[in-house]
């Protein structure tokens, strides 16, 4: 595998400017992966010049020119692909089956934002003055910075880097120092290897004490995209704000799994399994706490059980491997203690609750409530908490007490029912007989409450990374009373 140790800034390949380094480890054995040298504040600043000068010979580009550039980045993408998945699996700690459906994910968001030049549709209006019209124009915005996760740090940053530059835009990443060859510096190469302009993209590896805050506080770019922990992504909000700057925020998730008294338990716990422990949970729409009907209560969570312990765990080089490690020891730390304090308020640790290294055994805690920690929030680690419900009524109200509202599910053999149910649900997304990582590049994602702000996906991302301008024109001339 190649070694990143650079940064990207005006289409060159440069050392970071600062005195200090990130190091990029591998998070299942903690090898160092590479040492990479950080961006200063003056690289920050010359990555951002160089975005918006090339921004103003990108805009004038055909519609056909930006297509042909993505449909050459399309083609890179699948021709890499094994070096992707090997880089998700050395540098995220994700298991192939993760690998493989974040690269999938990745491909749909850059194919789907490679029709967007011909989307930059503008309106005609009629106007409430005679011999006028009302024309309204479509723009890019200018100067995106995107802020990428370690999570899915393919897929999430290409989520905005590929619509953002597909409707004009250019772009300054900062890629998660965890993972900054996957969340920045391959995509980078792969821009580069397409033929986007020079200086239209650029990645900027640097530590959020030193670059962080003058990320978002830097006078060029117009609009922010993050995805992250809600606590990070309200400091977002707060500078962007007092600079009038926009934003999309995808935040975290508490997101539960309704099972109804009517529900297939086979069905729901396989949807269950695969919801809370793909990525060993670290998804911000990973199902956190699974609300069952106390009617097939038992049942459930037998079944659940018995399937949660035959799941490979470990290394997740081996393609058997279902349950790879926590991003860092500290995640691990965290848990650990989050599992001791919810058993110390009462809840039962079913199976798991140990960790092998960075690894923590898939693990099961019922007899559970909202005010439990690792029910209370967000988890982010393989760890599931399971809550008796009475009814329908006290199922929705337990989904609904947690400030987060990103994702969810509803299991009922009754799929009206479902629909009903999930319209109490407040929350930006909700699946009926299905689990609640989703993602579909030409539908809305986003979450309500503290899960973020805006949405990502087809029409409602060009949205988000373009803006209006209304143009009134008069045919003729207007009388005026003075």
């Known amino acids: 595998m190649k070694t990143y140790t650079n940064q990207y800034i005006n289409g060159e390949w440069v050392k970071g400017s600062s005195d200090k380094t990130i190091e990029n480890k591998n998070p299942y054995n903690d090898e160092v992966i590479a040492t990479i040298p950080s961006a200063s504040a003056g690289d920050l600043d010359k990555a951002y010049k160089a975005a918006a ?10 519609p056909a020119e930006k297509r042909d550039i993505f449909l050459k980045w399309i083609d890179l993408v699948k021709e890499r692909k094994e070096e992707i998945v090997e880089w998700l699996i050395t540098e995220a700690g994700s298991t192939r089956v993760k690998a493989e459906v974040e690269y999938s994910a990745a491909l749909d968001i850059i194919t789907e934002s490679a029709s967007f030049p011909t989307r930059m549709k503008g ?42 530059l597909a409707s004009g835009n250019g772009v300054v990443i900062k890629p998660a120092s965890h993972t900054p060859v996957t969340s920045g510096l391959l995509l980078a190469e792969l821009s580069e290897e397409a033929g986007f302009p020079k200086g239209l993209v650029n990645v900027v590896v640097g530590r959020g004490s030193e670059i962080g805050d003058e990320f978002i506080t830097h006078p060029i770019p117009e609009m922010f995209s993050f995805t992250g ?21 995808e935040l975290g998730g508490n997101n539960a799994m309704i099972v109804l008294e009517d529900a297939d338990v086979d069905r729901a716990v396989e949807a269950a399994v695969f919801g809370k422990y793909l990525h060993q949970g670290q998804i911000c729409m990973s199902l956190n706490r699974l609300v069952v009907h106390e009617d097939v209560h038992d049942e459930f969570v037998q079944k659940f059980k018995e399937k949660v312990e035959s799941l490979p765990y470990g290394d997740p080089q081996d393609e058997k491997t279902m349950v790879g490690p926590l991003i860092a020891k500290d995640e691990v730390d965290r ?8 058993v110390q308020e009462g809840g039962k640790l079913l199976t798991g609750g140990k960790a092998e290294g960075n690894v923590l055994l898939p693990t099961i805690l019922t007899d559970m409530d909202n005010e439990k920690a690792l029910a209370k929030e967000e988890v982010f680690g393989p760890v599931a908490s399971v809550i008796k419900v009475s009814g329908e009524k006290e199922a929705i109200e337990v989904a609904n007490g947690t400030p987060y509202g990103l994702s969810g599910s509803v299991f009922t053999k009754d ?12 929350t930006g997304m909700i699946h009926i007989n299905d689990q609640s990582v989703n993602d579909e590049a030409h539908v809305a994602f986003g979450g309500e409450k503290q899960s973020g ?25 207007r009388e005026f009373p003075f």
């Open 53 to 62: 000068q090339a921004q103003q010979q990108w805009k004038e580009k055909t």
């Open 123 to 164: 309106e005609i209006i009629p106007s409430n003055t005679p011999g006028k019209e009302n024309r309204v124009y479509r723009d890019p915005k200018g100067v995106i910075g995107v802020i990428g996760p370690w999570n899915f740090p393919f897929h999430l940053t290409a989520r905005s880097l590929a619509p953002a």
């Open 229 to 249: 922990s809600t606590e990070v992504g309200s400091h977002i909000g707060e500078l962007a704000g007092k600079n009038i700057k926009d934003t999309a925020l």
């Open 335 to 342: 848990i650990l203690e989050g599992i001791d304090q919810s």
């Open 415 to 426: 799929v009206n029912r479902g629909v009903e149910v999930a319209k109490q649900v407040k």
């Open 453 to 477: 702000i805006g949405r990502f996906g087809g029409e409602w991302a060009l949205d988000k990374f373009t803006t209006v301008k209304w143009i009134g024109v008069m045919n003729g001339y």
